[in-house]
């Protein structure tokens, strides 16, 4: 009975992280080799209704609004992307580098995180990305420089849990270097709870891309980008044009929740005790 | 996971709630707006009751005319409202309907032959709203002020002006070092304040005036109340109180939608939209879009300073190119698709002002500009739909500065329009700060109209090249140009004046600096039992929506 039960358990965990992947996968691709031209302005058809031919219905220029969130929340995912995995191998070389050396390197490091911390989150967003000029290049650098303070904490507690362990004192005793150590014991040991991490990261990034770009500090007004789209969709609210704001917003909203299904199941699949912690 | 799925529904339904405020179902939305407007304050509630048109008393407006009202100081030394619609202090005279100059404060003025002295006879019995004399020596104070400070008060050049002097109490007469013909604008656009109430710091906020109203109260970025000034010197306005809000745009309409606004500004956006109880003004404007078109080549120059710039563009430093453009595309088709056609074309300045180029040309002239972009060698060779000739595509960038969603629409529309001639033209939306770096070498839409013709002289003289922002910025150096701009300053009667610009325009429209794409309009939902007298607006100077209120003290409501 119990066996069937967690059969069925697992059965959903893995239909669901399928169906996310795909979703996720489908609207990266999609998007990534899009025709500019399908997204084009079209005087014609402003301002319609959503219908078959124009899914989500179409804005004041003319343009499809659905292939105008699939582009946008494409080009989302690729700055999240861009922006998780630098986060994550600077998370990842800080807290090995500060657990594993300690003194100096350590107090650096702290004071790293503490800084980026220390700040509200979307004020260093916007002033980073200010400071580059904003456009893609801005909210790129600034989400990818502002997203690794949380992780690195994460990996350094653990590896400062592992320090103490037996096979790694077992290991300096045979005169073994810190970076033999970080590479063979310390990597393979939090790589899960790194990967979780990265995942957990992307929806972070995504939505702060997203409110970046609608406040005006991001993504420029003239590229399909969800925070775009919104901000552009306010002058129009008023005016009873309410497939602008919600399919764009609700689609972000499931990319959003989708990433961080995976990564919340890949966290109860590889670290089952974390439900006690 | 529930959680995450009420806030989904949570976010559906507020966003389905926000857009309750439609022109679909106005019926429903109307009855519970009424319910709303009941609990409004009770000064606009009156406005809205049929039965106050006989009770004259506590009559308050509120108007959203934009928020460029707030921008800046209330001081007209410091150029508060020198575009002409000024109202609480005065100048000595005005523009009427017709943009010809008529008496304000003054009652007549004459000019010496030589144009170098004005006299100016002022109006008795006028008094500033706190109850003191306007004469001769308030005049005086206010131009000597402006001259000592001329760094905080850019649109009142006084340079020229050599002494001002009260002959009597009430005649003032001017001394110019040399003629300077568009003097007579600076006159009408500089307001008096009085000598001996006069404060810096009070002025920023509360100044003093003649005019018909005065400040108040003044919530910065909130609100001004304006009231009747009682010692203002000609006919009692009817309304009593006027409430000049600050708002965003989309606020000031939901806000018109539930009754509570009288006069609401509105872009294009929202001129197809109904709004019971208002109609839709469309005011005629002198305010023109154009597009900057670099004549030069790309290169680096060097301003006075010694400072060096990169200017020019090689796409369109080509006259062909620049020609092509200006008479093959459909202004109107780019109008209807951005704007919802509101607007007229235009391919000059507008002809409401007594200077402005007369000259028109016919667009929409395809096969004509197709013609002239192939004999100056830009030729589609490899099928793309795009010119170009050599290496180089005939394809540029257009720059919609600012937070100006109709620049973006309209470059965007130009953009699409110009496709048909094998012209590529990508638009950016830029803040002004990155737009002025570009100035010099990127196109960029910009928006003029002012009854000053001193515009001309920045936008075609060779001298303010790289001078200053926003002049010149095509980079036209035409000594012809420069002479004719010369000989309307110097011109001794307005009639030579102006031919003098007519002729300026005419030597610098055929190389084509600025591309004219429409003469805008404003449109306003306004209050249908509030007349704003349409027969006493002047036509709009530049100002994104506050100039109707140029004739505040004619309206009326019922």
């Known amino acids: ?277 | 996971m529930k959680r995450r799925f009420l806030s989904i529904m949570l976010a559906v339904m507020l966003a389905s709630s926000l857009a309750a405020c439609g022109n679909s179902g106005s019926d429903a939305n109307s009855k519970s707006n009424k319910s709303a407007s009941e609990d409004v304050a009770k000064d606009s509630s009156d406005s809205q009751k049929a039965d106050s048109k006989n009770d004259d008393s506590d009559e308050s407006i509120n108007i959203y005319i934009g928020n460029g009202v707030f921008d800046s100081s209330m001081d007209p030394v410091k150029g508060f409202m020198s575009y002409g619609y000024p109202f609480v202090n005065e100048a000595l005279i005005q523009a009427d309907v017709n943009s010809n100059y008529v008496a304000d404060l003054a009652t007549d003025w004459s000019v010496s032959d030589d144009a170098l002295k004005y006299t100016f006879n002022l109006k008795k019995d006028v008094k500033f709203s706190d109850g003191s004399d306007f004469t001769a020596e308030d005049v005086v104070f206010t131009y000597n002020k402006v001259k000592e400070n001329q760094a905080n008060n850019e649109n009142a050049d006084l340079s020229r002006l050599s002494k001002v002097e009260a002959l009597d109490d009430y005649t003032v007469e001017f001394t110019l070092d040399k003629p300077y013909s568009p003097f007579i604008d600076i006159v009408a656009q500089l307001q008096i304040v009085p000598s001996d109430a006069y404060d810096e710091q009070k002025f920023e906020t509360a100044p003093i005036g003649t005019g018909a109203y005065k400040v108040a109260q003044y919530d910065a970025n909130q609100q001004i109340i304006l009231t009747i000034n009682e010692n203002y010197w000609g006919e009692t306005p009817d309304i009593e109180q006027v409430n000049i809000i600050s708002m965003s745009q989309d606020t000031a309409y939901s806000n018109a939608c539930s009754g509570q606004m009288d006069v609401v500004m509105v872009t294009s956006t929202y001129i197809n939209e109904e709004i019971e109880g208002m109609k839709l003004h469309k005011l005629e404007t002198m305010d023109v879009r154009n597009i900057s078109l670099p004549t030069l080549t790309k290169q680096k120059k060097s301003d006075s300073k010694g400072k060096e710039y990169e200017v020019g563009n090689d796409v369109t430093s080509d006259l062909a190119v620049r020609k092509a453009i200006s008479i093959g595309i459909n202004r109107q088709e780019i109008i209807n698709a951005a704007f919802n056609g509101e607007g007229v074309p235009a391919v000059n300045f507008t002809d409401n002002l007594p200077w402005a180029s007369t000259d028109d040309y016919e667009d929409n002239q395809v096969d004509e500009a197709k013609k002239i972009l192939e004999e100056a060698g830009w030729k589609d060779s490899d099928g793309d739909g795009i010119r170009e000739k050599g290496d180089l595509k005939c394809a540029f960038e257009v720059i919609a500065p600012g937070n100006d969603e109709d620049r973006y629409k309209l470059a965007t529309a130009f953009a699409e329009n110009v496709k048909e001639l094998g012209v590529e033209v990508k638009v950016r939306n830029e803040s002004w700060d990155v737009a002025v770096e570009e100035e010099n070498t990127t196109p960029i839409v910009w928006g003029w109209g002012q009854y000053s013709p001193t515009v001309l002289y920045s936008l075609f003289d060779s001298e303010m090249f790289l001078e200053a922002q926003y002049a010149n910025v095509s980079g036209l150096t035409s000594k012809e140009c420069d002479e004719a701009i010369e000989k309307a300053f110097n011109a001794t009667n307005l009639d030579d004046a102006y031919a003098a610009w007519k002729e300026a325009q005419k030597i610098s429209d055929a190389q084509y600096p600025y591309l004219y794409l429409v003469n805008i309009e404003h449109s306003y939902f306004i209050n249908e039992n509030l007349d704003i007298s349409e027969d006493t607006q002047i036509p709009h100077p530049h100002g994104h929506g506050t100039p109707i209120i140029c004739n505040l003290k004619d309206w009326v409501l019922n």
């Open chain 1, 1 to 277: 009975m119990s066996n069937k039960l967690n059969w069925s358990r697992k059965m959903t965990v893995l239909t669901l992280v399928i169906f996310a992947a795909l979703y996720l996968l489908i609207i990266f691709f999609w998007g990534l080799f899009m025709n500019p031209g399908e997204y084009a302005v079209n005087y014609d058809n402003k301002l319609l209704m959503p219908s078959i031919g124009h899914l989500f219905g179409t804005d004041a220029m003319g343009r499809d609004m659905f292939k105008r969130c699939i582009k946008g929340l494409s080009n989302s995912i690729v700055i999240g992307l861009l922006a998780s995995l630098f986060s994550s191998v600077v998370a990842l070389i800080f807290g090995i580098a500060s657990a594993v050396w300690g003194g100096v390197v350590d107090r650096f490091v702290k004071l790293a995180v503490d800084l980026c911390m220390g700040l509200p989150h979307l004020v260093l967003l916007i002033l980073i990305s200010y400071m580059l000029g904003k456009g893609t290049l801005g909210v790129t650098a600034s989400v990818a420089l502002t997203h690794w303070p949380g992780l690195t904490r994460i990996v350094r507690q653990e590896v400062l849990h592992l320090k103490s362990s037996q096979y790694v004192l077992a290991s300096q005793k045979m005169g073994h270097s810190p970076v033999y150590i970080a590479v063979h014991h310390m990597i393979p040991h939090v790589l899960p709870a790194y990967l979780i991490g990265l995942v957990l990261l992307f929806p972070h990034a995504i939505m702060h891309e997203a409110s970046v770009t609608f406040l005006g500090f991001g993504l420029p007004k003239e590229m399909p980008a969800i925070g775009v789209i919104l901000s552009e969709s306010m002058n129009y609210i008023t005016t009873g044009k309410w497939w602008m704001a919600v399919f764009p917003g609700v689609m972000l909203l499931i990319a959003v929740i989708l990433f961080d299904v995976i990564g919340e199941t890949m966290k109860k699949l590889w670290n089952p005790n974390s439900g006690n912690e």
